[in-house]
């Protein structure tokens, strides 16, 4: 039983008075106490998916699918069970928790707020999310408590940004890039953080990332998005060791290789799509080295192969070719 | 959702935390003390403000009388503390209904939108369309002069003036991430508007409250000296202006002089408060 199930999920935004479609089809469950790292390019509609899991698109957003937290519609809630919903069950971090937290109060309100607001006294809130902010990391607590969110640093904020997520203990979490604003020494510290808390406390998590090495590191299972269509859902292991389509091999590819770092970077030729581009086919089709005719009209259904899930017309055949394209110093050997 | 953080001010520019603002100190003084002289007129004033001696009338400056005496021979300085009451209090009154309603009108409008929005935005435009003086005049006409009818009439025709800043501000508000974040915390729309919305745009207000207070003071000195408000022998500034003006041709012009003075003083200071408020946000990091 999955406690969050993403079903066939379409999401169309207004641009303009127009509908343009910014998600295709994204089928995703998330077991209990389960990781999944949501990757892709800008663009590929990887935070829409988190913003429609909690029910937080722009007006006028038209959404198709389903979208079940243990069992019930999340997109079926009244007010009340998505209030219950939201303060009770699923938790989100942001990108930029500068711009996420009320500049002029402090971030002790910020903290107490959510559990303020279901009806806990003060006292024993701030209890809690005072020991909360000890165990990501947050030294002085009591003194962090009176401070305005402009008197501490990015990657502290988003210490706290944490501490309130956990403090309403969701069993869900959404991470919308959380480190993504934080330079990189306080990006694995936060990280590290992040990940331990959610395992001891045994919490599933969509983590929506472009870093494909950053959530490969603390999550069970990849799923990769491309112009609004999943397109790969692998877990974590199988990752490179057993390659099934060709977009995920280029994005492998496209690092950089800390132990010869003087070849030069692969490119995917061409440029990403956005979803309302897409034509018949596969989206991927017209930058895959690999495409044949039928790629190009007959799009891809995401089928179950080994241990995971992929859309793709040839996986089967390609799977041991992509290898040498994921790792090119490999090949040039 | 990247935004990025612009670096805001360049510190120059910023007002330092350490140094005296001197106009903010001295404006801020000049209120207090008008407003203490309010409260404690029948401490601070020497004389009773209504008792007439026919045998000193337009006096100069003695020390009987500080600033001399007016046409019936009343102690004019008395009557100018007595007359910051409802000098004060006229327009401390239009200030605050005009701010408790614009910026509740202001906030619903920012966050609902849609047609309570449109219907409060455009009957916001027609009552601009209303000079607040008229409408005053018209407030008396139907229910009489005195202090209430202008007060209530200026109220309405100023809640428009703060409805619209504050709108515009709250608006901006709603669409900050915090907001959203706000949404996902599962808090209710009362504790949005009020604990985030209105506590982000209360700078704003104070500003606009502030300058208004000046002008809803000139037009209830307005209405008074055209004798449709407070009544004569009532001290009030803007009938002092109007009961001393006789007195100017036959050469004693303190009491209109001495009320207007009180009336220029009182506005400078609300405004250059208001003013400097201003400046000083734009100083301020605001995220």
Not at chain 1, 124 to 129: G, L, Y
Not at chain 1, 292 to 319: F, I, N, Y
Not at chain 2, 100 to 117: C, H, K, M
Request: charged share 20%.
């Amino acid at each position: 039983m999955s406690v969050l199930e993403i079903d066939h999920l379409a999401v169309d935004l207004p641009v303009e008075g127009v509908l343009r479609r910014v998600l295709h089809d994204v089928t995703l469950p998330i077991a209990p106490g389960e990781a999944v790292g949501l990757v892709g390019e800008s663009g590929a509609g990887k935070s829409m998916v988190s913003r429609a899991v909690i029910r937080l698109l722009p007006e006028g957003a038209a959404v198709h699918g389903d979208i079940r937290y243990a069992g019930d519609s999340v997109l079926a809630m009244g007010r009340p069970a998505l209030r219950h919903f939201r303060t009770h069950d699923v938790a989100m971090i942001f990108q930029d928790p500068r711009a996420h937290i009320n500049p002029v109060r402090t971030v002790g309100d910020f903290l107490v707020e959510a559990l303020v607001e279901r009806g806990e006294r003060r006292e024993s809130a701030t209890t809690t999310v005072t020991a909360l902010l000890a165990s990501v990391g947050v030294s002085d607590p009591e003194r962090r408590f009176r401070q305005f969110p402009h008197e501490l640093s990015g990657g502290l904020l988003q210490r706290v940004m944490i501490a309130a997520a956990l403090a309403v203990s969701p069993t869900l979490l959404l991470a919308d890039e959380p480190t993504t604003a934080l330079d990189v020494t306080t990006q694995s510290d936060v990280m590290v953080i992040l990940d331990a808390r959610r395992r001891e406390r045994g919490l599933a998590m969509l983590f929506v990332t472009h870093d494909l090495e950053l959530a490969a590191a603390v999550c069970d299972r990849i799923a990769v998005l491309y112009a609004g269509l999943l397109i790969e859902d692998v877990p974590t292991g199988d990752l490179r060791r057993d390659l099934r389509h060709p977009y995920t091999a280029g994005l492998l590819a496209s690092r950089p290789d800390p132990v010869s770092p003087r070849r030069r970077l692969a490119a995917i030729p061409g440029r990403p799509l956005s979803a309302f581009e897409i034509g018949p086919g596969c989206p991927f089709a017209p930058r895959c080295p690999f495409a044949v005719a039928r790629c190009l009209s007959e799009r891809p259904e995401l089928r179950d192969l080994d241990t995971g899930r992929v859309a793709c017309h040839r996986a089967e055949e390609l799977r041991g070719q992509l290898l040498s394209i994921a790792t090119p110093g490999a090949a040039s050997a | 959702m990247a935004r990025v953080e612009a670096p805001l001010v360049a510190p120059t520019e910023a007002p330092s935390r350490r140094r005296l603002d001197w106009v903010l100190v001295s404006t801020s003084s000049v209120i207090a003390l008008l407003v203490i002289m309010a409260v404690f007129a029948p401490l601070l004033a020497p004389d009773d403000p209504n008792y007439a001696n026919i045998l000193a009338t337009n006096q100069g400056p003695s020390a009987a009388h500080l600033l001399g005496t007016d046409s019936f021979g009343r102690d004019l300085l008395s009557r100018l503390i007595y007359g910051a009451r409802l000098s004060l209090l006229g327009p401390a009154l239009i200030i605050v209904i005009a701010t408790l309603v614009g910026t509740a009108l202001a906030i619903l409008s920012a966050w609902y939108g849609g047609w309570f929005d449109r219907v409060a935005s455009r009957v916001a435009d027609i009552l601009f369309a209303f000079p607040g003086l008229i409408f005053a005049m018209l407030a008396v006409a139907m229910f009489g002069p005195g202090l209430l009818a202008p007060v209530v009439a200026l109220s309405i025709s100023y809640t428009p003036y703060l409805m619209r800043v504050v709108r515009a501000e709250a608006l901006r508000q709603r669409n900050l991430p915090y907001v959203a974040a706000c949404y996902v915390e599962g808090l209710r729309v009362r504790t949005i508007c009020t604990r985030h919305i209105l506590r982000n745009v209360m700078p704003l207000l104070l500003v606009q409250a502030a300058l208004s207070f000046g002008y809803a003071l000139v037009d209830l000195a307005a209405i008074s000296y055209l004798g449709l408000g407070v009544q004569p022998p009532t001290p009030e500034w803007g009938v002092m202006v109007s009961t001393g003006q006789s007195a100017i041709l036959a050469g004693h012009p303190q009491e209109s002089l001495l009320a207007g003075l009180m009336i220029v003083v009182t506005v400078v200071a609300f405004n250059l408060l208001g003013d400097r408020l201003a400046t000083r946000q734009k100083g301020v990091v605001r995220a």
